[in-house]
């Protein structure tokens, strides 16, 4: 956030991690959401409850432990590891802290956004 052109926007690959940048944002004095878009990789539900509540890609974590602990299955019974590969489907759950970079003339509109969880 220091470069003469700082990001608009922060992926971050846990929710755990997009939770410690809004802090980093917060006391910056800069507004996750209007200043910085912050979005986390998990679906967490306890992303709703952060301020502002975190953008996040949902995947279906139940399924994906579920597919996991199978291929340690399989790979204890003898499997080449190398052969598994499964993609999963994530969807975009649109909270408070993703939006348009601020534009210099004024405030972001973001009258238009909906919650989606």
Known sequence: MDLTDP????????????????????????????????????????GKHANPPLTTM??????????LGDMLLS??????PTGFQELQRAHLVRRKTDGP??????PTDVSSREETQ
């Not at 970079?101 to 004024?106: E, I, P, S, V, Y």
């Open 7 to 46: 990001p608009t926007a922060l992926v971050c690959v846990t929710d755990m991690m997009a939770l410690g940048a809004l802090e980093a944002l917060h006391a910056r004095g800069l507004v996750p959401g209007e200043d910085v878009s912050v979005i986390g990789y998990d679906g967490l539900h306890f």
């Open 58 to 67: 949902a995947q279906p974590q139940s399924h994906a432990g579920r597919r």
């Open 75 to 80: 790979i204890i019974d003898g499997a080449d």
């Open 101 to 106: 970079a601020r534009r210099k003339a004024g």
